[in-house]
């Protein structure tokens, strides 16, 4: 913990701006179903691979950042500009106090894996793990009762990135188990029923969010295109499609 360094060696895959990308055409997906296009599940369904690309990013930002506070001001900065915007999309209305837009789960989850690492930095004794411990408690109750999107789960899946970091099977092992029991055993919800090779089932919606590891076991570590106009550009993407789907529905 503390290590500044990517722990993906291999350079062929998908970079940082990739991930990006992808992350933000399945977002976009997943609202223009709960906005313009309801009638087509298969876009919210696709859209469940957007959160655990952002909650790893989240995770590699926390790393290669030059400033972690910093780091934590912009997201504090979005989630307030996009408040608006997200209200307008999931309620019509300017003021919506029962659910918070997903600014706020990320931020959330970078303040958590910046205080694990700052509890464990140098020792992993008993004391600091169960504070560690008690500080992942604490934030997932927190974003549960302050309904952030996707709540305190949302939380636990930026921890899950951050204790399993890296490419090795057992790391990726970690991810795979981690992510199966937050959105098939925890999150649940909506089942869907599939035929497959001759045998019916349920699956849950939110367990699609697992296949976004493909694309995240992609990654390369390295960054792709770059700078403050690329950053700036993600991070307005947010509130501004928000806003254009908000008033699309509304008219």
């Given amino acids: 913990m503390g290590n500044k360094l990517s722990p993906v060696e291999n350079r062929a895959g998908i970079s940082s701006f990739g991930l990006h990308i992808l992350a933000m055409a399945f977002m976009l997906m997943d609202h223009m179903w709960a906005t313009v296009v309801p009638d ?133 092992l970690g991810q795979l188990v981690g992510l199966w029991i937050i959105n098939f055993e925890m999150i649940g919800g909506l089942e869907i029923p599939v035929s497959l090779f001759g045998m019916s089932f349920d699956f849950p919606q939110q367990g699609f969010a697992v296949l976004a590891l493909i694309f995240i076991w992609m990654y390369n570590g390295t960054q792709g295109p770059h700078g403050k106009a690329v950053k700036y550009a993600f991070y307005t993407f947010y509130p501004l499609h928000m806003l254009i ?7």
């Fill in 40 to 172: 087509n599940m298969w876009l919210t369904c696709v859209g469940r691979l957007a959160f655990p690309i952002f909650a790893f990013m989240i995770v590699e930002g926390y790393y290669h950042t030059g400033s972690v506070k910093k780091y934590m001001l912009r997201l504090l900065v979005f989630a307030l500009i996009s408040e608006v915007p997200f209200n307008l999309m999931v309620s019509g209305s300017v003021l919506y106090p029962f659910h918070q837009n997903v600014m706020w789960t990320l931020l959330l989850g970078l303040i958590t894996v910046y205080f694990i690492g700052k509890l464990t930095e140098g020792c992993l004794c008993a004391m600091r793990i169960l504070g560690a411990i008690m500080v992942v408690i604490a934030a997932f109750l927190l974003g549960s009762a302050l309904m952030l999107d996707y709540y305190g789960y949302g939380v636990l899946t930026v921890v899950t990135f951050y204790l399993f970091r890296g490419s090795r099977w057992y790391l990726r």
């Fill in 245 to 251: 789907l908000a008033l699309i529905a509304l008219v």
